[in-house]
């Protein structure tokens, strides 16, 4: 049997699929590629893919909506590929449930760092369920805030709240470290599992943001999750 991790490249630049598919040939991936968004959102929906490499301007269906689409029916991860301009504000405003992004121009091996810890966390969400019996504590309670280990499930105030992945491991490994500061990088390395990581950390706020969003009364006063100063963030 094929054991080869299979990607799905939905990406409308010839070239730029092209040169995607070559090197994750290289890197001993599987590759198909879907040049607009249609196509990408079909192909994604067969659900024989690992991961999903997705441009955001896309002919007939943009990546937003193939990623919103594609999220109602399967977790596999995807990552978000913008153009500099138009990259962070969208992605804040927008919350389509994309595990990771990009902005071009990247480098492939920055790339395939993230394809591989995308990958590694999805199936370690997998094999989840028999590790999270052991644990000793099946919720984290912070005042009004409470994470629920066993069900992935976080209230506030008793009122649930829906995080994405990437939303839901930060709280959870920022709660279980209470009131100790981490960078950027510690965050990226120990929540999103990049080894020795020297890219882009501002998926860092992104996700910061995003949370604040959904648990703060007020995201430009968080009473949760805080900012230190020089060093990085931290949940109070
Ligand atoms: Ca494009």
């Excluded at 990607?7 to 994750?24: G, P, R």
């Excluded at 067969?46 to 109602?72: Q, Y």
């Excluded at 790339?111 to 370690?124: F, Y």
């Excluded at 990581?197 to 009364?217: F, H, Q």
Aim: proline content about 3%.
């Amino acid at each position: 049997m094929n054991n080869k991790k299979k990607i799905l490249i939905v990406e409308d630049e010839n070239n730029i699929a092209q040169l995607l598919a070559v090197n994750l040939m290289l890197a001993g991936y599987d590759y198909d590629i879907a040049s607009d968004g249609e196509d990408g959102l079909n192909k994604a929906l067969t659900g024989s893919f690992d991961l999903i490499l997705l441009d955001l301007m896309l002919p007939k269906m943009n990546g937003f909506e193939v990623c919103a689409r594609v999220r109602k029916k399967l977790s596999t991860p995807i990552i978000m590929v913008t153009a500099r301009e138009e990259e962070k504000d969208k992605i804040l405003g927008l919350d389509t449930g994309a595990d990771d992004y990009v902005t071009k121009p990247f480098s492939f091996s920055e790339l395939l760092s993230r394809i591989k810890a995308n990958i590694r966390r999805s199936s370690n969400e997998l094999v989840h369920p028999e590790k999270v019996q052991s644990d000793e504590q099946s919720s984290i309670t912070v005042r009004g805030l409470t994470i629920d280990t066993e069900k992935y499930d976080v209230t506030l105030d008793g009122e649930p709240i829906s995080l994405s992945r990437q939303e839901y491991d930060l709280l959870l490994f920022l709660a279980k470290n209470l009131g100790k500061p981490f960078t950027r990088e510690q965050l990226m390395e120990t929540v999103w599992g990049y080894e020795g990581y020297l890219g882009d950390i501002r998926a860092v706020d992104v996700t910061v943001s995003r949370l604040r969003a959904k648990i703060e009364k007020d995201p430009g006063e968080p009473e949760y999750l805080l900012t230190k100063r020089g060093i990085g963030y931290y949940l109070k």
